[in-house]
């Protein structure tokens, strides 16, 4: 059989994902709503932080050439955090000052609350600071017009706190693609409703949904078209309304009833990738937007988003691919020859340990897993210790 490699139906994905992302758009979050999301542009500090100088400490500001050892000064007045009257501190003084607060003009240090003994208006110090000590100084985080995030930064939760610290409001960031996700088969029923024989539970959907969002997407809908092929295109009508990108499990293999390759087939190319599981594929389109259609098995839909649409769905919303790292087997491992396979596994601190058969249908085995390990197509047979490509999962 006629196999296309996996990096060329890769490339084909890629290639037409590239093209959703030449439209790549913005939009604007307030900072709140956007963990996760990735910059579409640098932003740049608005204000000078700190904004004035203030005290790193609760303690009391000072001029150090003021002082003559432990000899008391008096206290001529105490600053709070929020007290916005500018003060001066008189010469030969101190002044009581909280964390925070601006220091008074003439004061050059704090000395921290411990280090004194405050009796009747006066203030005694148990150590002398040197200048500047415990003193924060403004534009020493950040001057006014210097950058806070730089473009295509995925922001976490310490670049939103810089940009609220910088007064920052609203980002601009790159606008996440729509996913529809339909899937096929007349066996499947939802979660919640009793199994009559021959029916197994529909699964697919949910797990593309949450690996779409896993990878920056918003999925759009969700649902089960059957295996009739009506009831499919009315699906995909449905689907393609705002959607960016429909994908769909099951329906394109061999079988007498395969309603998405019947529905798609001229539309778009479908066939035999060189991979197990996953090896049944097809990408078309369905009214002028992209249908990536993936084998039905569970744990072929696993594999062929990780492997052959991820990182193409995650560069649209700006989010870095994910890269595959390498392993050493905890024990031997039989492969089939002409397909690369890849297999479920987790990692230890002793290798990598594969996990389950190469069954494609066991999807409650594959959740024990976090990586996929890939194999060789011309590799058939793989010693304990041997290094292999793994893939982390999404
Ligand atoms: P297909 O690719 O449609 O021939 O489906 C291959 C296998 O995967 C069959 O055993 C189906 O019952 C199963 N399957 C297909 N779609 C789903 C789904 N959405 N959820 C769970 N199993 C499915
Ligand atoms: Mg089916």
């Known amino acids: 059989m006629n196999r296309r490699p996996i990096a060329d139906h890769r490339a084909a994905v890629a290639a037409v994902l590239d093209a959703l992302g030449a439209r790549r758009e913005a939009e604007t979050l307030p900072v709140g709503a956007a963990l996760g999301r990735v910059t579409a542009r640098d932003v740049t500090a608005p204000v000078t932080l700190p904004p004035f100088a203030n005290s790193a400490m609760d303690g009391f500001a000072v001029r150090v050439a003021d002082l003559d050892g432990t000899a008391s000064v008096q206290v001529a007045g105490r600053i709070f955090a929020g007290d916005v009257q500018r003060r001066t501190l008189p010469p030969g003084a101190a002044m009581a000052i909280m964390t925070g607060a601006p220091l008074p003009d003439g004061a050059d240090a704090v000395i921290q ?3 004194s003994v405050e009796q009747d208006g006066r ?8 200048a500047g000590e415990f003193v924060r100084s403004p534009g020493e985080d950040v ?6 995030v730089t473009e295509n930064t995925v922001l976490a939760a310490r670049h939103l706190g810089a940009l609220a610290a910088c007064g920052v409001g609203e980002v601009d960031v790159v606008r996440r693609p729509v996913v529809a996700v339909i899937s096929t088969g007349s066996e ?5 409703t009793p199994l009559q024989p021959g029916q197994i539970y529909e699964s697919n959907a949910v797990t593309l949904a949450a690996l779409c969002r896993a990878n920056g997407a918003v999925v759009g809908s969700a649902g089960c078209a059957g295996d009739e092929p009506g009831a499919l295109a009315t699906a995909l009508d449905r689907a393609v309304d705002g959607a960016d990108l429909v994908l769909t499990s099951g329906g394109i293999s061999m079988g007498e009833r395969e309603p998405v390759r019947q529905t798609l087939a001229g539309t778009g190319e479908f066939g035999p990738v060189a991979m197990q599981p996953g090896g049944p594929q097809g990408i078309a389109e369905w009214k002028g937007v992209p249908v990536c259609c993936f084998p039905g098995n569970p744990v072929s839909v696993l594999v062929s988003f990780e492997v052959l649409l991820r990182d193409s769905l995650r560069a649209l919303s700006g989010l870095p691919p994910i890269p595959t790292e390498r392993g050493r087997l905890t024990a031997p491992l039989t492969s089939v020859p002409g397909k690369t396979q890849f297999r479920r596994g987790y990692r230890t601190s002793g290798g990598v340990v594969a996990h389950g058969g190469p069954g494609s249908h066991l999807a409650v085995t594959a959740a024990a897993a976090d990586v996929l390990i890939e194999i060789d197509a011309e590799v058939t047979e793989l010693p304990a210790g041997a290094e292999v490509t793994l893939w982390p999962m999404s």
């Open 113 to 115: 609350v411990e280090h």
């Open 188 to 192: 499947l029923v939802p979660p919640g």
């Open 123 to 130: 203030v005694r110090f148990d150590r002398l600071p040197s």
């Open 143 to 148: 001057s006014s017009g210097e950058p806070v």
